[in-house]
């Protein structure tokens, strides 16, 4: 296989399980070292667990733990790659969760973590990136553009969901986030794209196609008629960190089988 990542060296936030690890492997096999972020010491076993995988496929990288929700955690976390590996030419922004509650009930915690996560730690990262490849600029032995950004967001940053308001807002944030810093700084040759997921069969939302009668209610949503996995965004992914999409900037990807066609509409309306 052509590795079309060979030498870079790619952060991928919250990678110790769900569409981060599926991400983080399809990255180490195009040619990227990786760096599987964690959040907290309890994800660490899944982390190595993920790294083991890509070493045995003769992938190359580190784990890291660091909550992306705090401001000396993140800096850190790019200050000790950049000293380990000389730079960072690719983030994907995917630390995220959700914290559901009717709106009414919802509390301020249930609020802030999600904020806090999906929002907060998008900007937090994207900065020290941005830092980095102003800093670095281009090297076109590695590629066309002075680093990539991928944030991964979802088909909620423009379907509302009721039950999520807190998890729907950070992904609008998200998109406003991308498409503000893919203007800002295009100009200097980095590209910031969105990636927006439909329903991947992961933890965060296994309750919804666990069993046989949900995965059915939730193929109602999908005109494609099948739920997503993990190396679906991984391919997404790749493309969007290769100079194969060297003319994208500013854009979200969504990866979603057809959610957002709303497809009540195809016998309604
Ligand atoms: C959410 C999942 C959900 C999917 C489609 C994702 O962003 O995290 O829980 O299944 O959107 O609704």
């Not at 937090?124 to 553009?145: H, N, Y």
Request: aromatic share 8%.
């Amino acid at each position: 296989m052509e590795k079309k990542l060979q030498g870079q060296i790619a952060i991928i936030t919250g990678a110790s399980s769900g569409i981060g690890a599926g991400v983080s492997k399809a990255l180490a096999a195009a040619g990227a070292t990786v760096v599987v972020n964690y959040p907290v010491e309890a994800a660490k076993a899944a982390a190595e667990a993920v790294m083991e995988e890509i070493k045995s496929s003769a992938g190359l990288g580190i784990t890291y733990q660091c909550d992306v929700s705090k401001e000396g955690e993140v800096q850190k976390m790019f200050a000790d790659v950049i000293a380990q590996f000389g730079t960072v030419d690719i983030l994907v922004n995917n630390a995220g969760l959700q914290r559901d509650s009717p709106f009414q009930d919802m509390t301020l915690e249930q609020w802030n973590t999600v904020l806090g996560v999906n929002l907060t730690g998008q900007f937090l990262c994207a900065r020290e990136a941005i830092r980095e490849f102003l800093k670095r600029g281009v090297v076109p032995e590695k590629s066309k553009a002075a680093g990539k950004i991928i944030c991964m967001s979802s088909v909620h940053e423009v379907i509302p969901w009721g039950g999520h308001a807190n998890y729907a807002t950070s992904k609008g944030g998200i998109m406003q986030l991308m498409k503000s810093i893919a203007q800002e700084f295009a100009p200097y040759k980095i590209r910031v794209n969105s990636i927006g997921p439909g329903a991947i069969k992961t933890p965060i939302n296994h309750t919804a196609w666990e069993t046989p009668a949900a995965e059915k209610k939730l193929l109602e949503l999908i005109p494609y008629n099948r739920v997503g996995v993990v190396e679906d965004i991984g391919a997404a992914a790749v493309w969007l960190a290769s100079d194969d999409s060297d003319y994208v900037t500013g854009i979200t990807l969504f990866v979603d089988g057809g959610m957002t066609l709303y497809p009540g509409f195809s016998t309604n309306g």
